[in-house]
């Protein structure tokens, strides 16, 4: 049987190179050989203040996005978590067999709840219901970018102590990383391409491109080097986003040329990041195309609420399961 992967993204804000480049092109490959399941995380949304009349439409747009990415319905599960609500039934019993001390640790936590004026218990948690989405799937493989390795690393403490509480039932979910799993921002190459940091910090994956080209033009390269590199951070940025750009095309010599120049010194930046925003071009155009034909097409309910009704099947079996572990309710 194919190895079942399972992967998740939040609806809040718009999908960025980080995201596609990190994660999503991999959900999209995976889809040769794998079951694939991907799922738009609204309950995870709500760790932070969003606004509730716009989540739904969060939501549906964010799987178009996926969807003009190359999420194909056929051959993969895509579906809005809070349509599938085991998954937080399983978040709170997993949350019996988790320990406050490796949530406590979470570096992810740390960042986002400096960043928060209300602290919910929820975002401290999230990590739990992250477990719960892939277990509940028995998920074997989960790919995504490096900040989210910490998460599918407690997800496999969970599912041992699980297992050697109540009885043999999840497979210890593997993340699976690729090159990219860690863009850096454009602005401040020193931290990671993120939704939260702002405007100028990211390139999204549907923006016009004038935009994309001011941004990529704008990218800053001279931060000085941190000692024993010998590139600076936001050259070596510039170098990944067009690597990754270029392979995706099928282009290996561009890349060759470009870093042959560089250690000979003759490298100019603002080729670099012509050539940087030429190939991302290349890669985001035809998906900004398919997202323009789907958005009209108007399929997307439909796409979404098969995919639940698909999740939800899978995620009754578990629950049926773990209940009888467990030895909750009454029913037989
Ligand atoms: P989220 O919505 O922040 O990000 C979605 C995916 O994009 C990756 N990513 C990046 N990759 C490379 N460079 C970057 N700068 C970058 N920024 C984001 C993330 O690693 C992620 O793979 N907690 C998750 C969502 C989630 C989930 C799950 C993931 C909920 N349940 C179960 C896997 C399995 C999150 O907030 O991702």
């Known amino acids: 049987m194919a190895k079942r992967v399972f992967s998740g993204i939040q609806p809040t804000g718009t999908l960025h190179i980080g995201n596609y480049l990190g994660a999503i092109r991999n959900w999209v490959n995976l889809q040769r050989d794998h079951d694939c399941i991907y799922c738009v995380v609204d309950y995870h949304a709500i760790t932070i ?5 716009e989540l739904k439409t969060a939501s549906r747009s964010m799987a178009l996005d996926l969807l003009a990415c190359g999420v194909d319905p056929e051959r993969s599960i895509l579906f809005v978590q809070a349509d599938v609500p085991q998954h937080a039934e399983l978040a709170w019993i ?11 640790r979470m570096t992810q936590f740390k960042d986002k709840s400096e960043k928060q004026e209300f602290v919910s218990a929820g975002l401290f948690t999230y990590p739990i219901l992250q477990a719960a989405d892939i277990l509940i799937h028995k998920a074997q493989g989960v790919p ?14 969970i599912a041992r102590r699980f297992n050697s509480r109540f009885g043999e039932l999840f497979a210890e979910p593997e993340p699976i990383v690729t090159k990219g799993a860690r863009i850096m921002s454009l602005a401040d190459p020193t931290s990671k391409m993120s939704k939260s940091s702002g405007e100028a910090h990211y390139v999204g994956v549907m923006e016009a491109e004038t935009s994309i080209r001011r941004k990529v033009r704008s990218a800053v390269t001279d931060i000085g080097l941190t000692p024993g590199e010998t590139m600076s951070a936001g050259v070596a940025n510039l170098f990944q986003i067009l690597e990754i750009a270029c392979e995706l095309q099928g282009d290996a010599t561009t890349v ?10 003759r490298l100019l930046y603002s080729r670099l990041k012509d050539m940087t925003f030429d190939q991302l071009m290349g890669v985001l155009r035809p998906i900004q195309e398919r997202r323009a034909k789907l958005a ?3 399929d997307v309910r439909e796409i979404l609420a098969d995919g639940a009704r698909r999740a939800s099947e ?19």
């Open 314 to 332: 899978i995620a009754r079996a578990t629950m049926h399961d773990v209940r009888k572990l467990v030895g909750l309710g009454t029913e037989a």
């Open 256 to 265: 060759a040329e470009l870093r042959s120049e560089f250690s000979e010194g």
């Open 296 to 298: 009209a097409s108007g």
């Open 49 to 53: 203040d969003v606004d509730p009349r």
């Open 94 to 104: 997993l949350s019996c067999v988790t320990s406050y001390g490796d949530l406590a």
């Open 144 to 157: 995504v970018g490096e900040d989210q390795v910490q998460h599918v690393e407690i997800s496999r403490r």
